[in-house]
T-cell receptor, first 118, second 110 residues
Framework: GAVVSQHPSRVICKSGTSVKIECRSL??????MFWYRQFPKQSLMLMAT?????????EQGVEKDKFLINHASLTLSTLTVTSAHPEDSSFYIC??????????????FGQGTRLTVV | QKEVEQDPGPLSVPEGAIVSLNCTYSNSAFQYFMWYRQYSRKGPELLMYTYSSGNKEDGRFTAQVDKSSKYISLFIRDSQPSDSATYLC??????????FGPGTRLSVLP
């Protein structure tokens, strides 16, 4: 299957600082990328959907000013957690799809980023 | 009622057993179905992808979709300790985002 690379895999930051997480599709053009948050032993919670070159669509309850998403190219999306607080500590996962002419193709996931805010 | 329901487990089976993992859903518009495997602290890995009803087999894995009952299953034959993970079902309607089940934790005991 296609490869999605997410970086970093683990980050520890101080409260009040910002953290950027990158998600890259390595062998296909990701017209649509998704950012999820996952709490321990729980399923994926969709935070936002982004299409290349346009603003992200955030799910209800997700603060767009806190979780900045940029999908500047067909192979790269970034999630920036601004002014991080301990409650932002979580596992963040991106996924990418090439929706192109084929809707509902498989979604391929990155390896995830474990964020710990101290 | 949640849009997608899945028994959270944990499910423990002996090595070599046949495992049945199931999801039910309420949205009759769903027609794309996927199963993911997620190891601890890793991103989900796509196992099976099916469109509409029917069966699909890939090695030890078989995915079944019964749209009339709004029920999907993943069968694992000859289960191995390396199959121990959380299994997530996901589904969507045409052009819509995928909705995930809560995941079932599986332990295959040697």
């Amino acid at each position: 299957g296609a490869v999605v690379s997410q970086h970093p895999s683990r980050v520890i930051c101080k409260s009040g600082t910002s953290v950027k997480i990158e998600c890259r599709s390595l062998d296909f053009q990701a017209t649509t990328m998704f950012w999820y948050r996952q709490f321990p032993k729980q399923s994926l919670m969709l935070m936002a959907t982004s299409n290349e070159g346009s603003k992200a669509t955030y799910e209800q309850g997700v603060e767009k000013d806190k979780f900045l998403i940029n999908h500047a190219s067909l192979t790269l999306s970034t999630l920036t957690v601004t002014s991080a607080h301990p409650e932002d500590s979580s596992f963040y996962i991106c996924s990418a799809e090439d929706r192109g002419e084929l809707r509902n193709t498989e979604a391929f996931f990155g390896q995830g980023t474990r964020l710990t805010v101290v | 009622q949640k849009e997608v329901e899945q028994d959270p487990g944990p499910l423990s089976v002996p090595e070599g057993a046949i495992v049945s993992l199931n999801c039910t859903y309420s949205n009759s518009a769903f027609q794309y179905f996927m199963w993911y495997r997620q190891y601890s602290r890793k991103g989900p890995e796509l196992l099976m992808y099916t469109y509409s009803s029917g069966n699909k087999e890939d090695g030890r894995f078989t995915a079944q979709v019964d749209k009339s009952s709004k029920y999907i299953s993943l069968f694992i034959r000859d289960s191995q300790p390396s199959d121990s993970a959380t299994y997530l079902c996901a589904m969507s309607a045409y052009g819509q985002n995928f909705v995930f089940g809560p995941g079932t934790r599986l332990s295959v005991l040697p």
